[in-house]
């Protein structure tokens, strides 16, 4: 069951920038830490960027460190990942993805410590 809604995808030149949002999951009383993975044509699922439920503990793929932002806004149960410098490379399908957390600082790298995924958003960027 989907409880992730992704959206912000699109196609834009090489050197462009996109924003993807993330909403969810809606459960009070719980904290999630929020990740970032993507899937290119004929490629494995790869993890972008993770974020703790604090905020404060961040982790980038280094293919997208410097250009790739992950955010989140806990008020509004959403997460962000501003994407800047894009490149022909970076074209895939974008995964938001969450999991509950007891602690605030912990974030996680791989699809299998998450169990609470989107439909995922295509971002096309064109060279």
């Known amino acids: 069951q989907v409880q992730l809604v992704e959206s912000g995808g699109g196609l834009v030149q090489a050197g462009g920038s996109l924003r993807l949002s993330c909403t969810g999951p809606?459960?009070?009383?719980?904290?999630?830490?929020m990740g970032w993975f993507r899937r290119a044509p004929g490629k494995e699922r790869e993890f972008v960027a993770a974020i703790a439920w604090g905020g404060q503990r961040l982790s980038y793929a280094d293919s997208v460190k410097g250009r790739f932002t992950i955010s989140r806004d806990n008020a509004k149960n959403a997460g962000y990942l501003e994407m800047n410098s894009l490149k022909p490379e970076d074209t895939a399908v974008y995964y938001c993805a969450a999991r509950e957390t007891d602690y605030s600082g912990s974030y996680y790298l791989f699809d299998h410590q998450y169990n609470i995924w989107g439909q995922g958003t295509q971002v096309t960027v064109s060279s």
């Open positions: 809606e459960r009070t009383g719980s904290n999630y830490a």
